[in-house]
C-alpha cells in the first residue's frame, strides 16, 4: 500500500509540473483527496516517513514490553506481526524491553551497533506496543517515526501515587502526540479523546476448531484469560450468579484478580 502510494505520489509530482493547475483534480482522481478537497489519509502525519525509497524494502523496528518466550496474547500478536512483515521482505527488528532479539524471542549479542537508540535512526517506522515509556525516551530522537500500537486499558483516574501519576500524564502526551491504533474499540474508547485513532483488530493465525474426539464435556462455562479488570473476570462472575438451573463452570488464568474467586 505504502509503495503504491508513493508512486502515485511521484505521478502526480510530474504531472504538476506539466499542468500546475490540474494538480488537484489528479489528487482526487488518485484518491488522495476528497471531493471536497481534504485529505482522505489521517496518517499524513507519519505518511512521509514510512516510504522508503523503491530500492529497498521497509525498515520495521518493534518495542514491545514482553515477547517470546512469554506465551501471552502481546506476545502471540507481535510474533505474528514481526514474521509477516519478515516473510513480506521488509527488515524487522524487535527489542524486548531494551534487548534486541531474533524474531523467535533468543537474544541477539549485538556487536554492530543495532541498540534501540541506533536503530530508530535505522527505522522507517516504529511500532511501540503498549507506550512502553523508557523506551519511547530512548527512540524520543525519531519521534515522528513512532506509532503507539494498543492491548490494553490504561487507567488515567484515581492513582494516588505521585510516580503513577507522573508516568499516566506522559503517556498521555506520548498518546495525543503520534498517530495510534487500538487493537478493539473498547480500548480505544479509554484514550485520550485528543488521540488520533484507528481500530485494527489483532491478527489471528490458528487453523479451524474442530471437534477433537474428547468426549463429553466436562464444564458448560470455561473463562480463559488473565485475571486483571480489562478481562471482564467480574462480569463472567456476575453471569454465572445470575443463572438458574444446573450447570458448571471454569476459570483458567492467574493475576490480581483471582481474589475475587
Same mark, same amino acid.
Request: charged letters at 25%; proline letters at 6%.
Given at each position: 500500500?505504502?509503495?503504491?502510494?508513493?508512486?502515485?505520489?511521484?505521478?502526480?509530482?510530474?504531472?504538476?509540473?506539466?499542468?500546475?493547475?490540474?494538480?488537484?483534480?489528479?489528487?482526487?482522481?488518485?484518491?488522495?483527496?476528497?471531493?471536497?478537497?481534504?485529505?482522505?489519509?489521517?496518517?499524513?502525519?507519519?505518511?512521509?516517513?514510512?516510504?522508503?525509497?523503491?530500492?529497498?524494502?521497509?525498515?520495521?523496528?518493534?518495542?514491545?514490553?514482553?515477547? &517470546?518466550?512469554?506465551?501471552? +496474547? #502481546?506476545?502471540?500478536?507481535?510474533?505474528?506481526?514481526?514474521? !509477516?512483515?519478515a516473510s513480506q521482505g521488509?527488515?524487522?527488528?524487535?527489542?524486548?524491553?531494551?534487548?534486541?532479539?531474533? #524474531?523467535?524471542?533468543?537474544?541477539?549479542?549485538?556487536?554492530?551497533?543495532?541498540?534501540?537508540?541506533? $536503530?530508530?535512526?535505522?527505522?522507517?517506522?516504529?511500532?511501540?506496543?503498549?507506550?512502553?515509556?523508557?523506551? &519511547?525516551? $530512548?527512540?524520543?530522537?525519531?519521534?515522528?517515526?513512532?506509532? &503507539?500500537?494498543?492491548?490494553?486499558?490504561?487507567?488515567?483516574?484515581?492513582?494516588?501515587?505521585?510516580?503513577?501519576?507522573?508516568?499516566?500524564?506522559?503517556?498521555?502526551?506520548?498518546?495525543?502526540?503520534?498517530?495510534?491504533?487500538?487493537?478493539?474499540?473498547?480500548?480505544?474508547?479509554?484514550?485520550?479523546?485528543?488521540?488520533?485513532v484507528q481500530n485494527v483488530?489483532?491478527?489471528?493465525?490458528?487453523?479451524?476448531?474442530?471437534?477433537? +474426539?474428547?468426549?463429553?464435556?466436562?464444564?458448560?462455562?470455561?473463562?480463559? +484469560?488473565?485475571?486483571?479488570?480489562?478481562?471482564?473476570?467480574?462480569?463472567?462472575?456476575?453471569?454465572?450468579?445470575?443463572?438458574?438451573?444446573?450447570?458448571?463452570?471454569?476459570?483458567?488464568?492467574?493475576?490480581? !484478580?483471582?481474589?475475587?474467586?
Amino acid at each position: 500500500h505504502l509503495r503504491e502510494l508513493r508512486t502515485k505520489l511521484m505521478l502526480t509530482a510530474s504531472r504538476r509540473g506539466k499542468d500546475s493547475s490540474s494538480t488537484p483534480d489528479v489528487l482526487k482522481a488518485e484518491g488522495l483527496l476528497s471531493r471536497e478537497g481534504s485529505a482522505i489519509m489521517r496518517e499524513s502525519t507519519f505518511t512521509k516517513a514510512m516510504i522508503p525509497s523503491p530500492q529497498r524494502s521497509l525498515r520495521i523496528v518493534i518495542i514491545t514490553p514482553s515477547y &517470546l518466550p512469554v506465551i501471552g +496474547g #502481546l506476545e502471540r500478536v507481535m510474533e505474528l506481526l514481526a514474521k !509477516e512483515w519478515a516473510s513480506q521482505g521488509q527488515q524487522v527488528r524487535v527489542f524486548n524491553g531494551d534487548k534486541l532479539v531474533d #524474531l523467535d524471542g533468543e537474544p541477539i549479542v549485538d556487536r554492530e551497533g543495532r541498540g534501540i537508540s541506533q $536503530s530508530a535512526r535505522w527505522a522507517d517506522v516504529i511500532i511501540a506496543a503498549n507506550a512502553p515509556l523508557r523506551q &519511547l525516551i $530512548s527512540v524520543s530522537g525519531n519521534w515522528r517515526k513512532v506509532v &503507539l500500537q494498543h492491548h490494553s486499558m490504561y487507567s488515567y483516574h484515581g492513582r494516588h501515587a505521585l510516580s503513577q501519576r507522573l508516568k499516566d500524564r506522559v503517556r498521555t502526551l506520548a498518546i495525543i502526540s503520534r498517530p495510534n491504533i487500538a487493537v478493539s474499540q473498547a480500548v480505544a474508547e479509554v484514550l485520550p479523546s485528543r488521540a488520533e485513532v484507528q481500530n485494527v483488530p489483532n491478527p489471528v493465525d490458528q487453523p479451524p476448531m474442530v471437534n477433537q +474426539g474428547w468426549g463429553r464435556r466436562q464444564y458448560d462455562f470455561l473463562f480463559v +484469560g488473565r485475571f486483571v479488570p480489562d478481562k471482564g473476570l467480574d462480569l463472567y462472575l456476575d453471569a454465572l450468579a445470575s443463572l438458574g438451573g444446573e450447570w458448571r463452570a471454569a476459570v483458567a488464568g492467574v493475576g490480581p !484478580e483471582a481474589r475475587l474467586l
